[in-house]
């Protein structure tokens, strides 16, 4: 009977139970090289070829594609990543909870996406805030830019997206903060090339855009008004009268989930760091780079408005957090909590910018575009 019950333990200690293999299987997926991630779990590098072998065989599954050098992950394996990584920071939070002093209180750690469009003194100001007067058992950690289908993934337990992500049941969606920005160049470049007058004379320049998985591209450029379309490059006036459901599908047709196409004019897309790059260095103009971002170089001077009337379509800042996260009473409460406050602090920032170059902000809000 002894027998019988050690075979039975022997057959359940599989490659697949051993919490070290996905961890190889994880470094080797950030690193792209076996040598790299061997090194990273502390194994040898035949230990880790074989472990790797051993995984593929009882899943019955391809996990390295050896055909290349450095090995590299299968798109098979590829998909595993998030739910590994969520697999390995569960054990160890498991491992942290279990093993903490006895009435000691129970630490929360909340990851938290932030686009690489804001900025970031504002944020950590605020979670350094709520854990220092509001928490002291929660902890958190900052990544950037993922997007809601890194928080059903389980890369992070809450996304700060600059989009509304739409009727996703397994999301719950907080809707917290509208805004916008200016288009923006540095004096230098305005010199050089001539400072638009009119959204038509963006034809002869060099236009930055941000871009990134389900960011919303800007399509148009509004005044208080009319709507420049970048497309055709033509304008529309706006009615005074307009309905709900036109006003819904004006907003709709000015952002996209596509490129531009327009042959005639020049544009760049990129992420926040690559644009602002690009109009620092006097290369072009950017036309949606947060203002919280670009702050510091517009105190200086190193940038200035560009038809600062002209704006592209206005964010939905928005925080998502998984359904099931619901019940996460912690994480719920910081959610409600940043909701609140960056909703009255970010507006401020924005407001303050726009009033500084004779804009609108509130009667801009109350258009809604």
């Known amino acids: 009977m002894l027998g019988n019950s050690q075979d039975h333990w022997k057959r359940l200690v599989n490659?697949?139970?051993?919490?070290?293999?996905?961890?190889?299987?994880?470094?080797?997926?950030?690193?792209?090289?076996?040598?790299?991630?061997?090194?990273?779990?502390?194994?040898?590098?035949?230990?880790?070829s074989r472990v790797i072998v051993s995984l593929e065989d009882e899943l019955g599954a391809t996990l390295i594609d050896r055909r290349t050098k450095p090995y590299k992950l299968t798109p098979v394996a590829k998909s595993l990543?998030?739910?590994?990584?969520?697999?390995?920071?569960?054990?160890?939070?498991?491992?942290?909870?279990?093993?903490?002093?006895?009435?000691?209180?129970?630490?929360?750690?909340?990851?938290?996406?932030?686009?690489?469009?804001?900025?970031?003194?504002?944020?950590?100001?605020?979670?350094?805030?709520?854990r220092t007067h509001v928490d002291p058992t929660v902890e958190f950690e900052m990544i950037s830019d993922l997007t809601h289908a890194d928080v059903l993934s389980g890369r992070a337990d809450?996304?700060?997206?600059?989009?509304?992500?739409?009727?996703?049941?397994?999301?719950?969606?907080?809707?917290?903060?509208?805004?916008?920005t200016f288009m923006l160049a540095s004096p230098a470049y305005l010199e050089?090339?001539?400072?638009?007058?009119?959204?038509?004379?963006?034809?002869?320049?060099?236009?930055?855009?941000?871009?990134?998985?389900?960011?919303?591209?800007?399509?148009?450029?509004?005044s208080d008004r009319e709507v420049f379309d970048l497309e055709t490059m033509t304008r529309t006036t706006i009615p005074e009268n307009i309905s709900g459901n036109e006003l819904r599908t004006l907003k709709t047709n000015a952002i996209s989930n596509g490129r531009l196409s327009n042959p005639y004019l020049n544009v760049f897309y990129g992420d926040s760091l690559a644009c602002l790059q690009g109009i620092l260095d006097g290369s072009g103009i950017s036309v949606d780079l947060a203002l919280g971002f670009t702050s510091e170089y517009l105190q200086s001077?190193?940038?200035?408005?560009?038809l600062p009337n002209w704006h592209r379509p206005l964010w939905i800042n928005t925080l998502v957090v998984h359904e099931k996260n619901r019940e996460n009473e912690p994480l719920m409460r910081f959610l409600h909590w940043f909701s609140k406050v960056e909703a009255k602090h970010g507006r401020?920032?924005?407001?303050?910018?726009?009033?500084?170059?004779?804009?609108?902000?509130?009667?801009?809000l109350k258009r809604g575009y």
Request: aromatic share 12%; net charge neutral; glycine share 6%.
């Open 301 to 306: 001077g190193a940038l200035v408005p560009v």
């Open 81 to 130: 990543l998030p739910r590994v990584e969520q697999m390995l920071t569960l054990h160890k939070s498991i491992l942290s909870d279990a093993t903490r002093d006895e009435g000691a209180p129970l630490r929360t750690m909340i990851r938290i996406s932030v686009p690489n469009n804001i900025a970031r003194k504002p944020i950590l100001e605020h979670l350094v805030h709520y």
């Open 348 to 364: 401020k920032r924005w407001f303050e910018w726009f009033q500084r170059f004779d804009q609108d902000p509130e009667g801009l």
């Open 192 to 222: 050089k090339y001539g400072t638009p007058r009119e959204p038509e004379d963006l034809i002869a320049h060099q236009l930055y855009f941000r871009s990134g998985t389900y960011y919303p591209y800007t399509r148009c450029l509004f």
């Open 15 to 48: 490659p697949s139970d051993n919490l070290n293999i996905w961890k190889l299987v994880l470094a080797l997926g950030r690193t792209g090289n076996l040598t790299k991630a061997a090194i990273h779990v502390d194994m040898e590098l035949s230990a880790a």
């Open 158 to 180: 809450i996304a700060f997206l600059p989009y509304f992500p739409g009727d996703v049941p397994e999301l719950f969606c907080d809707p917290f903060l509208p805004g916008t």
